[in-house]
């Protein structure tokens, strides 16, 4: 057998063909909460079924966001959002300026390890608050100034303007119990995080109280997924006339969340502790948690590579998904397949009979300290390295395999057959995330009745792996209740979900509670808000303070101090 037979049949493993992807469509449909429909999909839906919209413990989790509205892109404002998503604390403000353009300034700092693992939550969130100060103080002085200074003046709580107050999406990547807009208790800690007194707690309280220990104008307004942040931010940069459907991340994980009609989303009549949400948009945003889609392996396909690296991975038995998309696996799953072709002798790649006629004039070698022996020596960025190697004597692939793998003075032939597995892993992934976005699309019935169905995706994958989105477009076609009707599905990318997606959750949220207090629904854009009747009411001495606090407020948004001054939550 050739090296390259030997290859094609490894990569032949990894095929993932029409019907199967259809199976896995179907499948996916039933985990969510929703039957597909037809007689195919009624055959298959028979016996029990997984219903994620249904069941608080079901395999893909359905998660409630409490996000009941998505922007058009007419939004205004100010607004703050924080991400603590491991090692670093990033802080931005974000000006959405009402024309799906927006301005961000932001700044980072590293966690100080003592702090990962400090003996009380106090420690940990007094520092994030005390980063938004600095913050704050650098980029937003003369409002921050002024606030505090009021603050520290005016004694009455209630005399405190909301208006007056940055709102903050808080971009937290753990996992927590979600029971509100900005309420969410912590389940444990991950990524090197080891902080006791947190567990249980509800992580928005935590970082308020922080916040108000600084007298910091800040409300924690939502507690935000990056997933759903990413679905938030395309819709705000859409350039479609219809909102997006979908946001997904296809790069080191892989997840999605949509927008699902409010009375499909069963499981919040049973869930405990659920606070009141909005509902007059009749929708809420799904985080669907569908990397542990098909845990069981009803569908999904299954090779010896796939095999052992969940048996060898920290999670064996579940995120059988993202295990076979997303960036973080990859690579591993190439080397397991390359060291199968290593350990073949019938194969005989990196070895001398074909190597050592190469034009380098050497003998191929394989280092004994190479990543090929390591696990998780390959990162997927060397499978789109592969991947986009056009050249006719495979030199990048070539010199890729030396500088990453420490193989060295490999053969054209080598380089091919690494191509064919790295392709064939590649093309695979591509086709499963075709199931997501085909499933989700489908289950919205939006092919029907939109002209366009958007969906905003973010990731590594989706952007630099080469032709990830026609490869995805491709499968997407191959799907029965699809079709042509591919073509009607807009796929944008929708960068920065845990910062401009988290600052229009907190836009959101804003609207939602200016909606409760002034009693009637807020204009989506207003940038000058009436007072409310109880403003009205108050002392003169109050009403003068607030004038001169506005007219300092023009000063910092350039609008000529009047009365009626954009602010922070407009």
């Known amino acids: 057998m050739t090296l390259r037979e030997a290859a094609q049949r490894i990569a032949a493993e990894f095929d993932y063909p029409a019907a199967d992807v259809n199976r896995g469509v179907r499948e996916f449909l039933k985990e969510m909460g929703r039957p597909g429909t037809g007689a195919q999909d009624a055959a298959a839906n028979q016996g029990d079924t997984d219903e994620g919209l249904v069941k608080v413990n079901a395999t893909m989790s359905q998660i409630p966001t409490y996000v009941t509205a998505v922007p058009n892109g007419k939004e205004k404002g100010l607004y703050l959002a924080v991400d603590l998503g491991g090692t670093n604390f990033r802080v931005c403000s974000i000006r959405l300026n009402g024309d799906t353009t927006f301005s961000l300034t932001q700044s980072k700092v590293a966690i100080p390890r003592e702090l990962m693992v400090a003996k009380t939550s106090k420690e940990l969130f007094g ?105 938030m931010a ?125 034009e380098f004039h050497s003998t191929t070698t394989i280092a004994e300290n190479s990543a090929l022996y390591k696990q998780w020596g390959i990162d997927t960025s060397f499978l789109s390295i592969v991947q986009d190697d056009q050249s006719p004597t495979l030199k990048i692939v070539r010199h890729a395999l030396e500088k990453d793998l420490s193989v060295d003075a490999a053969s054209f032939e080598d380089a091919e057959a690494v191509k064919l597995l790295a392709s064939a892993i590649g093309r695979r992934s591509a086709r499963l995330s075709a199931v997501a976005i085909g499933a989700t699309v489908i289950k919205s019935g939006r092919l029907r009745t939109d002209p366009t169905v958007d969906v905003g995706v973010d990731g590594s994958l989706v952007e630099y792996y080469p032709e990830f989105e026609e490869l995805m477009r491709e499968a997407l076609r191959e799907i029965t209740e699809i079709g042509a009707e591919e073509k009607k599905i807009q796929i944008g990318i929708a960068k920065d979900g845990s910062g401009v997606g988290a600052a229009l959750i907190a836009w959101s949220a804003a609207q939602r509670l200016k909606t409760n207090q002034e009693g009637k629904p807020p204009a989506l854009s207003s940038s000058s808000p009436k007072p409310r009747p109880q403003q009205q009411r108050r002392a003169s001495l109050t009403q003068r303070i607030r004038h001169a606090y506005r007219r300092s407020l023009g000063a910092i948004f350039g609008s000529g101090g009047t009365a009626e001054e954009p602010n922070p939550g407009d």
Not at 187 to 202: C, L, M, P
Not at 292 to 321: A, C, H, I, W
């Open 234 to 358: 395309r819709s705000y940069t859409s350039p479609n006339k219809t909102s997006t459907l979908l946001g997904a991340i296809f790069g080191t994980g892989t997840n999605g969340a949509y927008v699902e009609k409010l009375d499909k989303v069963q499981k919040l009549r049973t869930m405990e502790g659920v606070e009141d949400y909005d509902k007059s948009t009749g929708d809420m945003i799904v985080n669907t948690e569908w990397g542990s889609f098909d845990n069981s392996l009803k569908v999904l396909p299954n090779t010896p590579y796939d095999d052992t690296l969940d048996r060898e991975s920290v999670n064996p038995g579940v995120q059988m998904f993202e295990k076979r998309v997303s960036g973080m696996f990859l690579g591993e799953v190439l080397r397991r397949a390359l060291l199968a072709l290593v350990k073949d002798p019938t194969a005989q790649i990196f070895h001398d009979e074909d190597s050592s006629k190469n």
């Open 127 to 231: 520092f994030l608050a005390k980063q938004i100060e600095l913050f704050l103080q650098m980029h937003h002085n003369k409002h921050f100034e002024a606030t505090i200074k009021r603050r520290q003046t005016i004694s009455r709580p209630e005399g405190y303007r909301e208006e007056e107050t940055f709102q903050l999406g808080f971009t937290f990547s753990f996992p927590v119990q979600q029971v509100g807009i900005n309420k969410g208790y912590l389940i444990r800690w991950t990524k090197g995080f080891d902080i006791k007194d947190a567990i249980g707690k509800d992580v928005c309280a935590l970082l308020q109280e922080e916040l108000n220990a600084l007298q910091l104008p800040v409300r924690v307004a939502a507690l935000v997924n990056d997933t759903v942040g990413t679905l």
